[in-house]
């Protein structure tokens, strides 16, 4: 079996962070600062209601990964969405597309 994965690179990802953060530590993290905090939500949602400064990237959107491509891989992202699902699985995907250091604020916007 090693000797497949060995073969077919099923290797872990190497220095990734993806850091569940509650809303107090994610609210000291990004007021009054310029990160790169990414709300996952539906344009819908986003427009009832976001935290001041995040872009929308819709987790459904066919161009969700283009957009995160846009962004810079190597500085920290903050992600949230409406419960804390949609942006749990954001950042295992950001993970994969080669992001470092992500933040994820646990339980969404609904505890924020």
Do not use: W
């Amino acid at each position: 079996m090693s000797f497949l994965s060995a073969i077919f690179g099923n290797k872990p990802q190497q220095n990734v962070s993806i850091t569940v953060l509650s809303t107090n530590d994610f609210k000291s993290q990004i007021e009054g600062k310029k990160v790169q905090l990414i709300d996952v939500r539906t344009p819908n949602e986003y427009k009832s209601g976001h935290i001041k400064g995040a872009k929308n990237i819709d987790f459904f959107s066919i161009q969700f990964k283009d957009e995160f491509n846009k962004l810079n891989k190597g500085k920290p992202v903050y992600v949230y969405c409406r419960s804390g699902s949609r942006s749990r699985q954001t950042a295992k995907e950001l993970a994969l597309m080669g992001f470092k250091e992500i933040y994820d604020l646990k339980g969404g916007i609904l505890n924020y």
